[in-house]
């Protein structure tokens, strides 16, 4: 791919996304920068990742053709009116923080431009991420594609309608902590009937991970999957009744429902 790639902060998110990228071998190291702040950072990445780093983001905005918002939310604004006079209007701005829209990117422009608002995961630091993508009216289908290859260099990649994006952290941005906590609780479980802790770890993540593909792989409802482990007057059953009675769904759907007006919150900040 003949494309240069940035990164303006390069975070735990931004390093999966190199990462995955250069693993690819879309690009080569040569062609990505990253700013960050401190020296010290700026040469751990240099060693560690091999790529070109600055500590200017209008350096990497000059660079860049597909350039990468990894900054935190509350800095997206400073960090565009920073770099805003070095803007080429043909570089494919991608951005990863909930609850800013590409409308509110293009104003802060003050000018039209390409704008890729994304929502990834943590789980692509080990290339098992899921981003979920949607796009302003000057991306074009081809430029799409690109961000779509790179973005699938470190997990699955689903297009989505803007209007349903402040959803999105609920199920999947976000929604891996509820399911380390729901590893923790089944490990908690586990060593309060005797397991190793180690052991308990092991058997109830591959549990989930397991489960997860099933429902991926055989493309059948997860309320079938979960019937077919449910044998009558049997010990599963005798679980998913203690579930419901705790209103374990319930529970589920009312945290997502917190996370979706947050990030409607922060998207008013």
Known sequence: MNKRIGFIGFGKMAQAMAGGIM??????NEQIMASMRTEKTREYVKNEFGIQ??????????????????????AYFDVI???????????????????ITTQDVEHAFG??????????????????????????????????????????SFGK????????????PAISGSSPAYVYMMIEAMADGGVRQGLSRDQSYRLAAQAV???????LETG?????????????????????????????????????ESCTRKVKELGQK
């Open 23 to 28: 693993k690819s071998g879309l690009v080569k």
């Open 209 to 215: 991970l397991g489960a997860a593909q099933m429902v």
């Open 157 to 168: 990649v689903e297009i989505i309608e803007e209007s349903q994006m402040d959803a999105i």
């Open 53 to 74: 780093v600055s500590p200017s983001n209008s350096d990497v905005c000059r660079f860049a053709d597909v350039l990468f918002l990894a900054v935190a939310p509350y």
């Open 111 to 152: 000018q039209k431009v390409k704008v890729v608002r994304t929502m990834p995961n943590t789980p692509s630091l080990v290339g098992a991420g899921m981003t979920a993508v949607s796009v302003n009216d000057e991306i074009t289908d081809e430029e799409l594609t690109l961000v779509e290859k790179l973005l699938s």
């Open 220 to 256: 059948k409802h997860p309320g079938e999957l979960k019937d077919q482990v449910t044998s009558p007057g049997g010990a599963t059953i005798a679980a998913v009744s203690t579930l419901e009675q705790e209103r374990f769904r319930g529970a589920v759907m009312a945290a997502m």
């Open 81 to 99: 009116e920073e770099v805003r006079s070095e803007m080429n209007p043909e570089t494919i701005i991608v951005t990863i923080a909930a609850g």
